[in-house]
């Protein structure tokens, strides 16, 4: 039949397998996503060294001292001192979550009259949860008004400590449980690649399913990519599965309908990566139970480093530096970007999808290569 009739076919079983045990498929690949999303998505959290950017025009001893302050602990870490354009475009291309803006009037101490204004980005949850109201008992100290208030003006009561002008001007309405659903579906469609294409694998050596194919006139790398294809389908499935979860459960998505187009591509990429990878171990591993804990000790580290509960900028240096080389962080930061703030810059865009490309593209070949290689004759 040709390479792409072998594969047809054999996705075709495949996905009569999966169906078959769908009960079982279900319940693996979700219950640690709802476990998670239920229960951390609804006690909230907070980070350290949230990246912020202060505009000084003030430039008086207490606008100083407030600067100062702002740093003098581990939640906020003040990564530029600029003028008022670059800080915004630090903030729009996610440079940094916070604009920090102390006005000429600062420190002022007539109500309605603010003395610091803010310009922030939800793409984090700590920002309105934790940073606004930082910055406001920070400001309050220089008896200073610091005043929230949404883009045209219209001022919103913010927290006992002071008012805090602030302009959301992307993901006003984030939350933790949105930062959470982001990560979480990138791990779904690792765990299910990992689990679903591997054991999978290994089922058909034991059951000598596989030494039959390799008799019959099948394509070799029919096989592989067969598995490959129906791991990317599944992928694809569980991902708005964990979706549904989250969004039931009170998360939302800014981006709309442009969320789910780039959550369906994003997991389609990151299935054939890791869909491959399964296959390069389950065609060195041969018993179903040792591959189980193998492909949890290369999955969930993945996920953790990859900003999957935490951003990376509150994880250690040292596993930050290593985040760099997990493809599941630009897969987080594509998810991220379009579900909290609603946009990413084309840009960014296109560079993560790139490396996630690459990523994919190396793994696919090499899985050829070593499942070949494993069952030479």
Excluded: C, H
């Amino acid at each position: 039949m040709g390479m792409l009739g072998d594969t047809l076919t054999l996705y075709k079983r495949e996905m009569l397998i999966f169906k078959s045990n769908l009960r079982v498929n279900l319940v693996r690949s979700i219950m640690f996503p709802l476990v998670i999303i239920l229960f951390f998505g609804n006690v909230g959290s907070s980070i350290l060294n949230v990246p912020i950017a202060v505009v000084n025009y003030a430039n008086n001893p207490q606008s100083l001292s407030l600067i100062g302050t702002l740093q003098s602990n581990n939640y906020l870490q003040i990564t530029s001192i600029t003028d008022q354009p670059t800080a915004l475009n630090l903030l729009k291309n996610g440079k940094v979550q916070l604009v920090v803006i102390i006005l000429p009037t600062f420190p002022s101490s007539q109500p309605g009259t603010p003395g610091v204004q803010v310009y922030y980005s939800n793409t984090q949850f700590s920002v309105t949860s934790f940073a606004l109201p930082l910055i406001s008992s920070a400001a309050s100290k220089y008896t200073s008004n610091v005043q929230a208030g949404q883009p045209g003006g219209i001022q919103i009561p913010q927290n006992p400590a002071g008012e805090v002008s602030s302009n959301a001007l992307y993901a006003s309405k984030g939350s933790y449980k949105d930062f959470l659903v982001g990560g979480i579906v990138p791990m779904v469609v690792v765990f299910s690649a990992l689990f679903g294409g591997g054991i999978s694998l290994i089922s058909d050596r034991q059951m000598g399913n596989l030494k039959a194919f390799f008799i019959t006139p099948i394509n070799k790398n029919a096989i592989v990519l067969s598995r490959i294809l129906s791991g990317a389908t599944q992928g694809i499935l569980f991902a708005f599965l964990a979706l549904t979860i989250g969004i039931l459960d009170g998360a939302q998505l800014a981006g709309g309908w442009l969320s789910l187009a780039l959550i369906v591509v994003v997991s389609v990429i990151l299935s054939l990566g890791f869909i491959a990878i399964a296959v390069m171990i389950a065609s060195k591993i041969k018993r179903v139970d040792a591959y189980a804990i193998f492909s949890q000790v290369v999955g969930l580290p993945l996920w953790f480093i990859s900003g999957g509960i935490l951003p990376t900028q509150s994880l250690p240096s040292w596993l930050s530096a290593i985040s760099v080389v997990d493809p599941l962080t630009y897969a987080n930061t594509v998810i991220r970007a379009i579900t909290l703030q609603g946009f990413i810059p084309i840009n960014n865009l296109l560079f993560n999808l790139g490396v996630l490309s690459v990523f994919a593209v190396v793994m696919v070949y090499m899985s050829f290569r070593v499942f070949n290689s494993s069952n030479e004759e």
